[in-house]
């Protein structure tokens, strides 16, 4: 099982969308299905942590067969951080089937099939221990999400479909550059190999330089990285909701995934040197986003820009170089996926009863709707933070990290906190509190027996992960150590190097004639 257990999370879903083309267009079977499918996937995945060593660094559960010619391998491994990731993309696709029981109506086939197929190809980004087959996986992701954003959107899906898939495969070619540059060099696409071949030194600072360039451009917008980020808002505002849980929850985490395990694992020298500007940028865009956020007339938009902000916070946690901070970023990659998806599934939830995210048709919900209310309220006290839940830990140690690097660092960074907080309670001042402005707002229906299934796994995970943080990071903790033992040694003969010598003892000539 250990050997296999891979393959069998990564290639479920995509064996379930076969059968799901195979299926008579029966809405209702069509949507039990794809709910089993998921579920299946998901009970396969809790079998890696139940079985991953402890404090264990290296990659577990490995599959490395021949694929293409002698060099391409179908190759998979987990450690404790793809581990995690992978669980998060299974826990939040049967939430996201369930949110769509009753949103989509019209080619209800495809759009299960599609949001299937994307599941492999995200899993199969985490999982992927050879260049070649994580490019495949990587672009394999932007067509489904497309589709999704595209097909069953709202009124602009068209623009924001385009400008998404625009954005990340002409990010992507720079990528894809800088692995054939690699395989040219070394005959090979395995990471472990390039990694040490990177490591000993042989290319010279410039081509490594390049290489890092080119990785950090297709992670970058995928995050989104200020300025780089200016594609998400559309297509957060136009997709529907699953596409919107599954953009916020799991592709995102793709670019601060490639982050971490390229650009810090195979290029720490560079890491270390571009960290300033990269520093910079996050905490731009930890601030930027939540002033932007602050005054958007759109929850959905809203919650959009807060992403910005929020992995702003992860970027400045993995360039940091220190291990709470990096533990901080990983871990709040998990958060932010489990809080924010929460959230986009709530706009979601109302969307369906009031087709509009604008808050002057909001205000007042808390009365006519005291459940959903109270699900919203976990949901943003998560990303503001509160101790006891999940956000606080990530943040935390993201800033702890950030403080010990440069205390500039730790204090432009917790101001994006403070504004958090702001602009998510007002968010939920507008929409819950004061008086009902519209009339159809007093009837409106309060969350069904489904919604709420789809809503309690998220609500229960919030607090479990705020309260005993220690599981996770029995395995998140080894795994971030051996990645940045190369870049801290690489960060300390940079500073070596810069640093300023202390002055030499001057002796000083005494009244009495002697010397100090």
């Not at 190369?486 to 009244?511: G, L």
């Amino acid at each position: 099982m250990n050997q296999w257990i891979l393959t069998l999370v990564t290639f479920i879903p995509a064996a379930g969308a076969i059968v799901l083309m195979l299926l008579p267009r029966n809405d209702r079977l069509l949507r039990w299905a794809a709910l089993l499918i998921s579920l299946i996937a998901f009970a396969f995945s809790i079998y890696l942590p139940i079985h991953m060593p402890g404090m264990h660094s290296g990659f577990e559960f490995q599959i490395d067969q021949r694929w293409i010619g002698h060099d391409i391998h179908y190759h998979l491994g987990a450690d404790g951080i793809s581990m995690w990731l992978t669980l998060l993309t299974t826990f939040l696709v049967p939430l996201s089937v369930l949110v769509s029981w009753k949103s989509i109506h019209d080619r209800v086939k495809e759009f299960f099939v599609l949001l299937l197929i994307l599941e492999t190809a995200m899993i199969g980004v985490f999982l992927a221990l050879d260049l070649f087959l994580f490019y495949v996986f990587w672009e394999a992701t932007l067509i489904p999400m497309a589709l999704l954003i595209g097909m069953y959107g709202h009124e602009r899906r068209v623009y924001a479909a385009v400008k998404f898939f625009l954005y990340t495969m002409v990010a992507s070619v720079f990528m894809l550059a800088a692995i054939i540059w690699l395989y040219v060099q070394t005959s090979s696409f395995d990471y472990a190999t390039l990694r040490q071949w990177v490591h000993d030194g042989n290319a010279s600072s410039g081509a490594l330089q390049w290489l890092f360039l080119g990785f950090f451009i297709a992670f970058a917008v995928k995050v989104p990285l200020f300025p780089l980020h200016t594609w998400l808002p559309d297509a957060h505002v136009e997709a529907p909701t699953a596409g919107s849980v599954l953009l916020a929850g799991v592709l995102l985490k793709m670019g601060t995934y490639g982050l971490l395990r390229f650009n810090v694992g195979m290029f720490p020298k560079e890491a270390a040197a571009n960290a300033g500007w990269i520093n910079v940028l996050a905490i731009i865009g930890i601030i930027y986003g939540a002033l932007v956020a602050l005054v958007q007339p759109n929850l959905k938009k809203l919650i959009a820009y807060s992403s910005v902000s929020h992995l702003g916070f992860v970027v400045l946690g993995i360039f940091t170089f220190t291990q709470a901070g990096t533990d901080g970023a990983v871990y709040q990659m998990l958060n932010h996926g489990v809080s924010t998806g929460a959230l986009f599934m709530l706009a979601g939830m109302i969307y369906e009863r009031k087709h509009t995210y604008e808050f002057r048709e909001y205000g007042g919900l808390a009365a006519p709707m005291p459940v959903y209310a109270t699900f919203f309220l976990i949901a943003v006290l998560s990303s503001v933070g509160l101790p006891l839940l999940n956000g606080f830990v990530g943040e935390f140690l993201v800033l702890s990290g950030a403080f010990q690097d440069k205390m500039i660092y730790g204090i432009l960074g917790a101001s994006g906190v403070i504004w958090g907080a702001c602009y998510l309670l007002w968010m939920y001042q507008k929409v819950f509190f004061g008086p009902i402005r519209r009339e159809q707002n007093k009837s409106l229906r309060d969350l069904d027996g489904r919604e709420q299934i789809s809503l309690w796994p998220v609500a229960v995970m919030v607090v479990i992960m705020g309260v005993i943080s220690p599981y996770w990071m029995k395995t998140i903790d080894p795994a971030v150590a051996e990645i940045n033992r190369q870049s801290q040694t690489a960060v300390k003969a940079a500073r070596a190097r810069h640093a300023v010598p202390a002055p030499a003892k001057s002796s000083i000539i005494s009244p009495a004639g002697g010397q100090k």
